[in-house]
């Protein structure tokens, strides 16, 4: 397990581990950052889209690092201007909603989405379908984890995933 990884709390409550004690100390989230960063050489990147709401801390520093853009894809009602927006069931059952600005994206703009942990995949996917939606392109998806299971298959078959933790722990 790579040192920083040790930073992530996993004595939580339920299935979820707690990641910004990592997101605190600045040496080791600069690690995390860059080896995501040094994962995606060679990958082709207009902009980053970070997922609300860890995913907004992660996906800023990796497009620092990448010297792109971000564009935030937040929880559903939150933009004041007209979006595009998607309604998916996350990993509790619940139904909850994305959203993005409709003149952010133009067709062909490589995406990389930022989640910072990818249980069932359902919030990503949303996040795909509202950028592909705009005919843009997803260039790749950074996370600290995606989790290998039925409904994340489909996900890491069709698009090049980034992650940092080793799946064996």
Not at 132 to 151: F, H, K, R
């Amino acid at each position: 397990m790579k040192r920083y990884l040790r930073r992530i709390d996993r004595n939580t409550a339920g299935n979820r581990y707690d990641i910004t004690p990592l997101f605190s100390h600045f040496a080791d989230f600069n690690a995390l950052v860059d080896d995501l960063v040094a994962s995606l050489s060679g990958t082709e990147i207009d902009l980053v889209a970070g997922i609300d709401a860890l995913g907004f801390i992660l996906g800023t520093a990796l497009a620092q690092k990448l010297k792109v853009g971000i564009m935030p894809v937040r929880k559903g009602g939150k933009l004041p201007v007209e979006s595009d927006r998607i309604a998916f069931r996350d990993y509790t059952g619940q139904t909850k909603e994305l959203e993005i600005r409709r003149d952010v994206l133009c067709p062909g703009t490589r995406v990389l989405i930022v989640d910072e942990w990818i249980e069932t995949g359902a919030q990503v996917t949303a996040a795909i379908s509202l950028i592909e939606g705009c005919g843009a392109l997803v260039a790749g998806i950074a996370t600290i984890n995606m989790d290998v299971n039925n409904s994340t298959e489909p996900i890491s078959s069709k698009y090049k995933v980034h992650a940092v933790w080793e799946r064996t722990e």
